[in-house]
């Protein structure tokens, strides 16, 4: 019998033969936090005062930046002087590089085929969609690998899921992974792996992909993956990236716990419900709904090519509701500047704001209040997750929030492309 992904790569990190159900000690490529690395180090420090491998770990400031509180301020000095003191050069802090932690993994491909990837953030799954497994861990886990550079996993069992046909128009992977949460629901996938296939996952871009591995959380998953190909190859030599890249795959008699098939001509535009993200809506049930606020942006839709499709549809147009747009990235920012995509959307009414999570959280950047709605891009819409309780937030596509936006409720955005 074959081995899935999970069980061939964490069998390659371990040194020996691992299944499904088996404990592994294993040693991380890299090491992803943000600003929970202020309480981290507190914890790393009770057990060492040296890193294992500086090289090895990645850390950002992306939850709120610029500073929201002053306790913000403190922790963003504490990391500031955490990096320094130990030479973690791999810090992206408020500056040209900066971004979402899980921007940055994959796009300075940290995040490559066959490593291995752990975060102190759920969302950390983001970056199997550049073939690696990636999950997320607890932070008295991260202190303790920062100071002796292993950890022990347990090898997920995998669902494999086969994803064949195109999208329609004005159908985005974002409506496919909505789609696929309220299929399975929210502990659908508990510790699992979800392993996609087929064409129309690889006719997908690596952007799409991460909207798609970034969710697997919602459903429990531990990890998600894509099948790294040219696109994904690619990146990897943009960067000079030669070391510790392995092109591995599952293996065509692997066993999985379940097998799913989908169909991407029979996703429409989804929308998730409050109050959770696999309360799965579609437009004939939704449109027409008042929304207060639009979110484009976070780390499930915050890319260039997310901020293309809302400036196509805003293109001479003025949204009617508070629209606020995110780059994921300092890069992002600058590169959708130089094709005059920002200047498209403040023309359009949206407020743009520095790269970062913003209203995702709840902390900055436009939270709603008592009795408001939201449509958002991010990834989650539980009660207080983007401000008041007594907010409600739906979950969308980035042409469904800028399509909503232009009329100030859910709109099926099929109608304005």
């Known amino acids: 019998m074959g081995q899935t992904f999970a069980e061939k790569l964490l069998s390659k990190k371990a040194g020996r033969n691992a299944s499904a159900g088996d404990i592994v000690i294993v040693s991380p490529d890299y090491c992803i936090s943000h600003e929970n690395a202020s309480s981290i180090s507190q914890t790393f420090y009770k057990i060492t005062h040296k890193v294992w491998d500086p090289d090895r ?117 974002k409506d496919l992974i909505l789609t696929l949460c309220g299929m399975l629901g929210a502990g659908g996938a508990s510790y699992k792996c979800l392993e996609f296939h087929g064409e129309g996952i690889q006719d ?31 990146m990897v030599e943009k960067k000079g990236i030669h070391e510790n890249v392995d092109w591995l795959w599952a293996d065509d008699d692997a066993d999985y716990c379940d097998v799913m098939d989908i169909d991407l001509e029979d996703i429409e535009p989804s929308v998730a ?3 959770r993200v696999d309360n799965l809506a579609g437009m004939k049930e939704v449109e027409g709904i008042h929304v207060d606020q639009a979110f484009i942006g976070a780390c499930t839709n915050g890319r260039l090519e997310d901020l293309r499709i809302v400036a196509d549809i805003l293109r001479g147009r003025q949204v009617c509701v508070r629209t606020i747009v995110i780059p994921a990235s300092c890069e992002v920012m600058s590169d959708a500047l130089r094709e005059g995509i920002i200047a498209e959307l403040v023309d359009a009414g949206c407020t743009v704001m520095p790269p970062g999570c913003g209203p995702c959280i709840g902390v900055s950047g436009g939270v709603i209040g008592d009795g408001e709605t939201c449509i958002a891009t991010s990834n989650r819409n539980f009660k207080g997750r983007m401000g008041s309780r007594q907010g409600e937030i739906y979950l969308a596509s980035p042409a469904t929030a800028a399509a909503s936006a232009l009329n100030g409720c859910i709109t099926d955005p099929r109608k304005i492309l």
Request: proline share 3%; with cysteine.
């Open 204 to 234: 997908m871009s690596v952007a799409e992909r991460m909207t798609i591995c970034n969710m697997a959380i919602e459903m429990d998953a531990k990890a998600a993956v894509c099948r790294p190909d040219e696109k994904v190859r690619s």
């Open 273 to 275: 419900k409050p109050s």
């Open 57 to 173: 770990i990645v850390l950002t400031l992306d939850h709120t930046v610029p500073a929201s509180t002053e306790s913000y301020a403190n922790s963003h000095s504490v990391i500031r002087k955490f990096a320094a003191d130990q030479g973690i050069t791999h810090f992206y802090d408020m500056n040209r590089h900066g971004g979402i932690c899980h921007q940055i993994m994959c796009q300075e491909v940290y995040a490559a085929p066959g490593r291995l990837i752990v975060g102190t953030d759920s969302h950390t799954c983001t970056s199997g969609a550049m073939g690696a497994f990636a999950t997320g861990i607890g932070r008295s886990e991260m202190a303790s690998v920062w100071a002796l550079g292993e950890i022990w996993l347990k090898v997920p069992e995998t669902i494999k899921v086969n994803v064949h046909g195109r999208l329609g128009k004005g159908v985005y992977a």
